[in-house]
């Protein structure tokens, strides 16, 4: 796709001219860092951030059979789902591959949101498609007309709590659970707010129509300039995610990487009522033993070891680094990596462009998430 043809979000023409480096990611055209990543990491981790992520996909299911109908199609239960309830799920192919990962919004008893990642998005709406019972569901693909901003730090509680358009509901958003989220008629049509996030930090996201995206943009940052607001590239988001080890698909899940190898194996229910499209394969993998696992890695020489690198254990090819990079926070080269279940003794490397760099495996995750901890508390560093 050229340049020409990447689509925008209603916050493009902001980024760009907010000194923004902009470039194509899932077709869209999005910033990657503003001031850089390691001032944007920290702004994120010690105060608040704005993520532009409207590229992800929004699928509204509806129906009387919608409850039952998505569930047969993703991991993880539904059954004690009430409206306000969010649910992250896989959606497997027969094989058990994983298609995405993805979150899924209890609306109403006959209405839900999945919100899938924006290089799926296409594939996920087609899978939906084409498993689309006769009568009784109805899709909705609301994508290209919902902007989604997400609020993420210590202070997002407080800063979220500013805009004037949730005056009205500052008690209901102070009592959000993790995972949970209420809807709001906004200024431009309905508003759905939850506190959710992919950076481990305490955290919201504001799923709004599109033309409420750059009046709330800039609202955020001129309520939030005392508490150091300030927008946040790709580039930080996933070294973000990346220290609290969350899963980024393409890395550490893929169509050939199972949840149970992806070691999301909590999402995944094999005992709920009517299955679900890959539960066989999985099962016959957790009574067989699943073969491979990610582990974390911490590397004792020089060099950073990116997806692809080879992962050695006395010379002999275990795996490979789905993701590495050098942690602004803990200010050392780690890497996540898949690796055979049953590793032998030996000494562990990488193979970083023909060099052997030694490693080590630490606890995981490499960081403690905060979000189910009041946002200003201490947290430990593994």
Request: charged share 25%.
């Amino acid at each position: 796709m050229s340049e020409t043809n990447l689509k925008q979000t209603p916050l493009t023409a902001w980024h760009a001219s907010h000194g923004a480096r902009m470039v194509e990611f899932a077709g869209y055209e999005m910033p990657v860092q503003y001031e850089g990543v390691l001032a944007e990491h920290a702004v994120v981790r010690e105060k608040v951030g704005l993520f532009d992520i409207t590229h992800m996909g929004e699928i509204y299911v509806s129906g009387p059979d919608s409850r039952t109908w998505i569930s047969s199609l993703i991991t993880n239960s539904l059954k004690k789902s009430e409206p306000g309830n969010v649910v992250y799920n896989a959606m497997c192919r027969p094989d058990g591959g994983v298609l995405d990962d993805m979150l899924v919004y209890c609306l109403a008893q006959e209405r839900w949101l999945v919100v899938c990642n924006a290089a799926n998005h296409h594939k996920i709406i087609g899978w939906m498609l084409d498993n689309l019972p006769a009568d009784g569901v109805t899709l909705d693909d609301q994508t290209d007309s919902i902007a989604l901003i997400a609020v993420q730090g210590p202070d997002s509680r407080e800063l979220v709590l500013r805009l004037d358009p949730l005056a009205e509901l500052k008690t209901d958003i102070a009592g959000l659970d993790f995972y949970t989220a209420l809807t709001y008629e906004g200024p431009g049509g309905q508003w759905l707010i939850s506190r959710t996030g992919y950076t481990g930090e305490h955290g919201y996201e504001l799923y709004l129509p599109n033309s409420d995206a750059v009046p709330v943009w800039e609202e955020l940052l001129a309520k939030g300039e005392d508490l150091g607001v300030a927008p946040i590239g790709l580039a930080a988001r996933d070294t973000l995610r990346f220290e609290v080890c969350y899963c980024l698909y393409g890395h550490e899940l893929g169509e050939d990487i199972t949840p149970l190898e992806a070691g999301i194996g909590w999402a995944v229910k094999m005992k709920k009522k009517g299955g679900f499209v890959g539960r066989d394969a999985l099962l016959a993998q957790r009574e067989q033993g699943v073969p491979r696992k990610i582990i974390c890695l911490e590397l004792d020489g020089k060099g950073i070891a990116r997806q692809g690198a080879r992962v050695l254990v006395s010379g002999k090819d275990v795996g490979y680094v789905t993701s590495g990079t050098f942690s602004p926070t803990l200010k050392k080269a780690l890497a996540m990596a898949l690796v055979e279940n049953e590793l032998p003794e030996g000494e562990l490397v990488v193979d970083v462009r023909g060099r052997h760099i030694p490693c080590h495996t630490v606890a995981f995750p490499f960081l403690s998430a905060r979000t189910k901890d009041d946002p200003q508390a201490d947290r430990s560093l593994s």
